[in-house]
């Protein structure tokens, strides 16, 4: 079978994309320089770029030029790189195993590396997970709510082929896929759930430096002005990350006692901050439900007072994690076109238990 001369120039270039020559949206040399290279007419080397387009190997900008579209994923390790803020609660570990599951059984390694939130150590993260040692990257972003100081270290792998998922939350200035938690249903499901039963003012306290956190706030905010009430700023309390935070464990948010009273329920960013409150709250004699109502986030089955446990979104951790594996695989073995446009939300659920005091109900 005989090779028409646009054909050959078409393999050649093709050829240099598979040897990772030229790489994922890499710009292609210009009609006038391949003309003069191979001495051929620029109707024979535009057939060849029409040739690569149709076997998707390129795509073409008018008045701008002709571009990688193909991804090589051929890299010495077939690894998937795995960056968390944090391991040490039931939500995290779930992440992980849902992420390990699935990458073993397509037949991916997991490196795992921790930020501890902080973006000092998201760039010492990103150093250990280089383009030749990684087939993707799976990772929840550090503070996520800020500009992000390494966005140009994202921007380098996904220019390189490497498939970037987000979870929990993503960087605006990055197109890259993302897998959340639905954080503003869920929180207009538990503020309504204390609307329902006669609450109407409500407290919130939020973290100011993630996502997460003003999504939750989003959802609390919005529920209380779909009802007519007023959003008061005087019992809504912001904290954020901190080194501290991450040694003891333990949140140390700095709220007004008296505020906080004047309100009966209070939504919490998190269960290991609702138990934070509840302890303290306790040491003042203050009791839950019967004096505050409180409710928070991830289903961690937290005990307050002695048979009271708190009401809680369930966190779809381990599905979560599930899904984001599943997703960069795909992209890995079949292209970024393969990736959705917009964020996929995973469903949550609320586990309902009796940190609630139902003030309809006339004792």
């Not at 050959?8 to 994309?17: D, F, G, L």
């Not at 207009?188 to 919130?204: E, F, P, V, Y």
């Not at 904290?239 to 935070?245: D, K, L, P, T, V």
């Not at 986030?297 to 899904?323: A, W």
Request: overall charge neutral.
């Amino acid at each position: 079978m005989t090779n028409f001369k646009y054909q050959i120039v078409a393999e050649k270039i093709k050829s240099q994309i598979d040897n990772g020559e030229y790489q994922y949206g890499d710009k292609l040399p210009s009609e006038n320089f391949l003309c003069n290279k191979y001495h051929l007419s620029r109707q024979s080397i535009r057939k060849a770029y029409e040739l690569l387009e149709k076997q998707e190997y390129t795509y073409s900008v008018r008045g701008s030029g002709n571009f990688v579209k193909k991804q090589i994923t051929s890299h010495k390790a077939k690894n998937v790189g795995v960056i968390l803020s944090y391991t040490h609660s039931h939500v995290f570990s779930s992440i992980t195993m849902g992420c390990e599951q699935i990458l073993m059984e397509r037949g991916y390694g997991m490196q795992l590396s921790i930020t501890q939130n902080s973006f000092e150590l998201e760039g010492k993260c990103l150093e250990l997970m280089p383009p030749e040692k990684i087939s993707g990257l799976i990772v929840e972003g550090t503070k996520s709510a800020l500009p992000n100081p390494y966005l140009r270290h994202y921007q380098n792998l996904i220019r390189q082929g490497i498939p970037v998922v987000f979870i929990h939350n993503y960087y605006n200035g990055l197109q890259t896929p993302c897998v959340l938690m639905d954080d503003i249903q869920a929180s207009k499901k538990l503020t309504q759930m204390l609307l329902d039963a006669g609450h109407t003012k409500i407290a919130g306290i939020f973290k100011e430096d993630d996502l997460q956190g003003i999504r939750r706030f989003q959802g609390y905010a919005e529920t209380l002005f779909e009802a007519g009430l007023q959003v008061d700023d005087r019992h809504i309390w912001w904290f954020h990350s901190n080194h501290e935070m991450w040694i003891q464990n333990k949140y140390s948010v700095e709220y007004s006692l008296d505020n906080l009273m004047e309100c009966t329920a209070l939504v919490c960013y998190n269960d290991m901050l609702a138990e934070e409150i509840y302890h303290d709250l306790s040491q003042k004699g203050i009791r839950v439900p019967q004096d505050l109502s409180i409710v928070g986030f991830d289903n961690q089955n937290i005990k307050l007072d002695g048979d009271c446990y708190l009401t809680s979104v369930q966190h779809p951790r381990r599905k979560l994690g599930e899904t984001a594996a599943n997703l960069v695989c795909d992209m890995i073995e079949q292209g970024c076109n393969v990736a959705p446009a917009e964020p996929i939300i995973m469903p949550s659920t609320i586990v309902v238990r009796n940190s609630i005091m139902n003030k309809r109900i006339r004792l």
